[in-house]
């Protein structure tokens, strides 16, 4: 896709991409392979289109989902005017070449649920360099709900799980190996597994069963029950 970076910043300069996603320049961002696709007329009749991990989830499940947002900053925009509705700075450290900060997707919660109201993210290298947060905002109006210490950073995304009553767990791999299980209304760990490999990707949820490839070229089942 470099080929094409400089035609989509002709048509959107990055700082204006930056200003609108915080997403930090990648050659293999999605704007750059969606252009991409559609100069050379790949997107002709294509009226879906998945990540990796929602892909994998659809070929288990059959259901088509999508995130809501991957943005990596901590706010809130309003997506038809462009409006800042609220934004959360925090101080994050970083090693040569490795940025802290938010490096994931956040879990938004869903409706229906005890965590409808709830935006959930993921912080790296904070308040040092191997450590870690997770916070959760109401959505609307950025107050804080929770805030809780993961210990080792994460750049693996949180995923939610629910009960038929509408009650609302995260988890959330670790650098360290380590995959934790969270109450997500309240932030309280639950419990934890060891891997024993750190673990950058992000898992996929079927039914209670995450299913982890870790950097030691594992794939992992783990089950709650």
Not at 33 to 50: C, M
Not at 61 to 79: D, F, L
């Amino acid at each position: 896709t470099e080929a094409v970076i400089p035609q989509v910043h002709e048509k959107f300069p990055f700082a204006k991409l930056y200003e609108h996603t915080g997403c930090q320049f990648q050659p293999f961002n999605s704007v750059y392979q969606f252009y991409d696709d559609l100069i050379r007329g790949r997107l002709e009749n294509v009226t879906d289109a998945l990540m990796i991990p929602e892909y994998l989830m659809y070929k288990l499940s059959g259901v088509k989902a999508r995130e809501y947002t991957n943005a990596t900053t901590m706010g809130m925009i309003n997506a038809q005017t462009g409006e800042i509705v609220w934004e959360r700075p925090f101080d994050c450290t970083t090693i040569k070449d490795l940025s802290g900060g938010v490096q994931s997707t956040p879990l938004l919660g869903k409706e229906g649920t005890d965590i409808e109201k709830m935006v959930i993210y993921s912080i790296a290298r904070v308040p040092s360099n191997y450590k870690g947060v997770l916070v959760a905002f109401d959505r609307e109006t950025g107050e804080t709900i929770w805030e809780i210490s993961t210990g080792n950073y994460a750049w693996s995304s949180p995923v939610s799980l629910y009960t038929t009553e509408g009650k609302g767990y995260l988890a959330l791999p670790t650098a360290s190996g380590k995959v934790w299980l969270y109450d997500a209304a309240t932030g309280e760990a639950l419990a934890s597994e060891n891997l024993g490999s750190n673990i950058e990707a992000s898992p996929v949820v079927y039914e209670n069963t995450l299913v982890i490839g870790t950097r030691g070229q594992q794939i992992y089942g783990v089950k709650f029950k």
